[in-house]
């Protein structure tokens, strides 16, 4: 009998990845053949994404995409799983008669008997509680191998009100420190030398399991591990950076100097409607102390436009406080108003069209910051780890500590023909010019 061939389509933030790696590795340890195309899987599995409206929507039209592949009989049988089952369960099953199972967070750990009941033609639809949500195990890279996501913890306690996480995932759920170091470890053996930890604010880490905020002491651990050269840190609270953890970042060689701190706005009363904490004054005095502290530090952050009750005054104070902080990576979003959020439901909501201007005008004038900071690169020398080699222009590709993988650009850079770097290995490149969102070098 012919092998069953099962393909995975995960959409969505390196904490959907984190899920699905844990999936595939059971999938390819109970036996079924794992392939990358989706066109060639008998089953296929969508870990879906539901955050805002532009991921449901390419979380749909990759559902309708499936069910065209199935009627045409090219797959057999499709599961849906992550955020957008877990949201609308009811919809998922009434609205894509199709589909062959809809599970939530809390059956990922049960994906192979999802797979063995659809292929005796059993339709399961089953969304245990999210508590069961089982985030230990092992799991099948689908990064690079030098890199990989490592997850501290899972749901959100801080409940913005535009946000759907909390309703999706739950309250936050630290993993024990034991556990992430203890994971890190097997991927340090395995050969991963980047660490990107990830939760949805890894700053809150141990709060519920150790009644205070552990992440300085978990770096600390991980540090301590052999092989891992590079640590890097995505999703910081901007209230919750603590005196202890700007001294560990800037102290601690292996974790890099950047960090990715959304702070949404910075108008006392935008972030008071998004229950968040802050001002314009406490958000200065946070970069101001970073910029101090930890020399040469890479600041990322992600802003909303248009949120209700945002006025022509709050944006070009938003623009302005962005213009004079020159953060070196930043993302503009206009406003999702999400479904059973407060923010939904609250006056004085502002027109699409404006929202999208607004957020438009902020990455025009970050294109010419990014500009400007990519330019005072140029003759710096960077360590980078090459990823690969692009035959068409005859360069190879990598990272420094200043580029986070999939989110930011590349260095592409020439090297020696003696000195051929492999992916996953460090060199030093010597910036010579910009192109676009990239830098270019040679290995010096």
Request: proline content about 3%; glycine content about 6%.
């Amino acid at each position: 009998m012919e092998t069953v061939k099962v393909g995975m389509v995960s959409l969505g933030c390196p904490k959907n990845q984190c899920d699905a790696e844990l999936m595939l590795a059971k999938i390819k340890k109970a036996g079924f053949k794992l392939v990358n195309e989706a066109g060639l899987a008998d089953v296929v599995v969508i870990n879906t994404c539901g955050f805002i409206q532009s991921a449901k929507e390419e979380a749909i039209e990759e559902i309708m995409e499936a069910i065209s592949r199935k009627n045409d009989g090219i797959n057999k049988k499709i599961i849906i799983t992550g955020c957008l089952a877990q949201r609308y369960q009811q919809q998922i099953d009434e609205e894509f008669p199709e589909i062959d199972a809809a599970i939530g967070i809390g059956k990922n750990d049960d994906i192979v008997e999802v797979i063995n009941s659809v292929l005796l033609d059993r339709r399961i639809i089953s969304f245990p509680d999210r508590s069961c949500h089982n985030m230990e195990g092992e799991r099948l890279l689908s990064t690079l191998p030098h890199y990989a996501y490592l997850r501290i913890a899972d749901g959100c306690s801080n409940c913005c009100s535009y946000c759907a996480i909390p309703l999706i995932r739950g309250k936050m759920r630290s993993r024990t420190l034991e556990a992430i170091v203890e994971e890190a470890k097997r991927l340090a053996e395995s050969g991963v030398k980047e660490l990107i930890l990830v939760a949805q604010d890894v700053t809150a880490y141990g709060i519920d399991l150790y009644k205070e905020y552990a992440l300085p002491g978990l770096l600390k651990e991980l540090c301590r591990i052999d092989g891992v050269e590079w640590i890097r840190l995505l999703y910081c609270y901007p209230e919750r950076i603590t005196d202890e953890l700007i001294d560990t970042i800037a102290s601690e060689e292996k974790v890099l100097n950047y960090l990715d701190i959304p702070i949404q706005h910075c108008c006392g009363n935008i972030l008071k409607a998004m229950n968040r904490r802050g001002d314009e004054k406490t958000m200065r005095e946070l970069f101001a102390r970073l910029r101090e502290r930890i020399p040469g530090v890479v600041l990322r952050t992600t802003l909303i436009t248009g949120f209700p009750g945002e006025t022509e005054e709050d944006f070009q104070t938003l623009a302005e406080f962005v213009n004079d902080i020159k953060f070196e990576r930043l993302g503009c979003f206009a406003y999702s108003a999400e479904e059973d959020t407060p923010a939904a439901e609250m006056p004085d909501q502002v027109d699409d069209a404006e929202k999208e201007r607004r957020a438009d005008i902020i990455m025009s004038e970050q294109e010419i910051r990014m500009g400007e900071y990519y330019a005072a690169m140029t003759g710096s020398v960077l360590k980078t780890v090459c990823e690969g080699y692009d035959r068409y222009s005859e360069m190879y590709f990598g990272r420094s500590m200043h580029f986070a993988p999939e989110i930011d650009g590349m260095i592409y850079f020439t090297a020696p023909k003696d000195k051929k770097p492999v992916s996953g290995e460090f060199v030093n490149v010597k910036i010579t010019d910009v192109l676009e969102n990239n830098l270019l070098g040679e290995v010096v």
